[in-house]
């Protein structure tokens, strides 16, 4: 039984090195971290398990190696556990921000169980003694033989070989792949090409090292070949994804690789094994001072809209200084999301992707001090930091050659964090390569303390008792993963009411899911209520206006702090208001609170403004709207209610007065040009307001809108020809659209 639980532990690590890189499943929402986190947490968990069973059952005494390091490695999880308990989203702190996954404590607590498990169980080369235990050499090359199917993998995307498999066995076999799988960005390490060139970019120092320190005989031929084509093959994707980052973390690892190597004249007699690292930095300075990594070699590889630095250093700053606990603390870990919506800075509404809220920051340095405060990034780089101190001691007295590949590694994995976002991948790798590092630069000198209790019968008991309960809670975490699993495989198909309410049944801490269920039930009413009024039935729309409120409240129960839920719960209340007496001032509270949560947002105020005017509020509607201008002058949605609040009040001449001042201040802004050409003819001003169209179709010349506005003028102006030319030139941009068909003939045309 004791060589079963030991097979266990081996078993467990080598999984997980081999798999994890490669491993995703079709069933789930989303199929790569979702199921990478499932592997990671119960293979973990059950190689500590059985680690702790052999010791407690058949070694009557619990070991472990005393390395100081680790004392480190558990008070960065305990102020992770502080965060997650003080969070303002305990959902998103525990299990990590639904579609990302990666950025939670339990994903954490597994990786830490993971370095421990591999820290206590890896052989020293120079004990033989220690064959029972994992190998460091054989931990690699398994890493690398899965590196090598993810590069497969990803070639075979990129140039569109699995949709050609899949015609063959659909053919043959009746079968065919996943949808996703037949994307030219599919690759089994991340869900981005970018992800995945930031992992092979670590991949290609490790390469290096490997190559520029293994010995050259006939017994290494063949791990020779291997890194060799692996190298090759690695660097052809970089080139091919052209990520630019990936060349930074490349010149500045290898760059200093090669000044220490030098200075410690670690080569000597063989300096000619520097030409590599060498040419890969005159590659890596190519790729960074060209304009060549700026675009894809193939231009119709999707790129992933990655959040800038500085972004994501500002709203992370800010998160920090918040408040006290903040500044220890964070918001909580995994509540990027959170200080995203909240402190994204009001020049962010200037880009072209202002709508999107991102979940993970630039970097993963900056999203620790945002989530977990200056105690969690201080615990983090002091990881970091002694262990890099420890080594510069050590290498400043004996020969590295051996453990270079693994420092270099880790230097890369460190760099990497601070030029992009943490997945399941990157980060089972620091842990990996931390906990290789740790164990190489022991050595012999690893002390194990020990807690025997072979002569007390009475602590062995506690020590069984105390493994029962243990083995009993993991029991209940696989029945509870089992039924979450579950409901993300009904949630990801998606086909019909039923599916998403047994979800929701499986797992009803999901804020996704009540949202979703919430806006089934609201589309499933009003499509009751657009029926003819002798076919209506008004207890079905009453009771399913009724289950969507109540499932966009819990929603924002689960989650007091997100934004989405309560814009959903807003949502509702907006469209249920005839329906449901006092939904309307319920729609303007849930909006308010949305719009405290993300006060740059100009959505949300203009539709709490949209709220107000139907309440018939309208000198409170017209200052939500003008907030909303403030916050971004171009969105088309308040410029317009805008306009219409001034008409309504009969003062559309003020609007115009406003929007000749915007005008004046942004003269190239599409939108402000257009509302004020529409200001213009509702006012009677109708040279004016072709003055202005014209002006948007100089900047644009197939805007429809325009277009077709300025049809409208001439043909109010009499001026009949050109209206026709005008509609001609709209219907050639909108084939079929029968408001320009109807338009031309009314023109005679």
Known sequence: MKNILQKIIKSSIYLLVFLLPVFWLPFTFEVFEFNKEYLLFFVAIIGLFAWFAKMVFFDKEVKFKKIPINILVLFFLFVAVLSAIFSVDKTSSLFGFYGRFSNGLIPLLSFVVFYLLLVNNISSESKEKEQDLVSQGGIINLFLASTFL??????????????????????????????????????????????????????????????????????????????????????????IIGFKAVWVILLFVLALLLVFVLLKRVFKGDINKLILPIILIIISVFFI????????????????????????????????????????????????????????????????????????????????????????????????????????????????????????????????????????????????????????????????????????????????????????AIIACFWFAKNFYYAD?????????????????????SVQYRIMLAKIYLQDGLDESLKPASQQDQKKILDLASKAIDNAMIATELSPNSVAAYESLGMVYRDVSTLAVGALDWGIKTF???????????????????????????????????????LMPSYKDALAQDIAIYEKDQKLGDAIVKLEELSSKYPLNIEIIFQLGRAYYNNGQVSKAISQFNKVIELSPNNSNALYSLGIAYQRQGQVQEAINTFKKVLELNPGSQDVINKLRELGQ
């Open 592 to 630: 308010g609170k949305a719009a405290q949560l993300e006060p740059t947002n100009p959505v949300l105020l203009t539709e709490l403004g949209k709220l107000y005017a139907i309440k018939n509020d309208n000198q409170k509607a017209r200052e939500m709207f003008e907030k909303a201008i403030e």
């Open 150 to 239: 993810a590069v497969l993998t990803c070639y075979f995307s990129i140039f569109g070989l699995w949709s050609k498999i899949s015609i063959f066995t659909t053919q043959v076999f009746n079968f065919r792949l996943p949808s996703f799988m037949l994307m030219p960005t599919f690759n089994p390490v991340s869900g981005s090409l970018e992800g995945l060139a930031i992992f092979l970019a670590v991949i290609v120092v490790l390469l290096t090292g490997l190559l520029i320190t293994i010995e050259i005989s006939q017994k290494n031929k063949l791990s020779l070949f291997f890194y060799s084509l692996l190298l090759l093959a690695s660097l052809g994707l970089l080139a």
């Open 289 to 472: 001072f060209t304009n060549f990594s700026n675009n894809r070699y193939f231009s119709s590889l999707p790129q992933e809209q990655i959040l800038s630095q500085g972004v994501s250093w500002q709203t992370n700053f800010k998160a920090a200084v918040e408040n006290v606990k903040s500044g220890f603390l964070g918001s909580g870990i995994g509540t990027y999301h959170y200080d995203f919506s909240k402190f994204r800075p009001l020049q962010f509404n200037q880009t072209p992707l202002w709508q999107i809220r991102y979940d993970r920051p630039a970097s993963y340095i900056s999203e620790i001090l945002g989530t977990m405060g200056f105690l969690g990034l201080l615990s983090y780089l002091a990881i970091i930091g002694v262990f890099l101190l420890v080594v510069f001691l050590i290498l400043s007295k004996s020969g590295v050659k051996k453990q270079l590949p693994l420092l270099m590694t880790f230097l890369a994995l460190i760099v990497s964090q601070f030029v992009y976002y943490q997945n399941i991948t990157l980060a089972f790798s620091f842990w990996l390569f931390l906990a290789l590092s740790v164990s190489s630069f022991q050595g012999q000198k690893s002390e194990e303390k020990t807690f025997s209790f072979k002569e007390t019968p009475e602590i062995s008991l506690i020590f069984n008792i105390f493994l029962m309960v243990i083995g009993l």
């Open 489 to 509: 495989v009904l949630f990801a198909r998606f086909a019909n009411l039923q599916q998403i309410e047994k979800a929701v049944d499986l797992n009803p801490y």
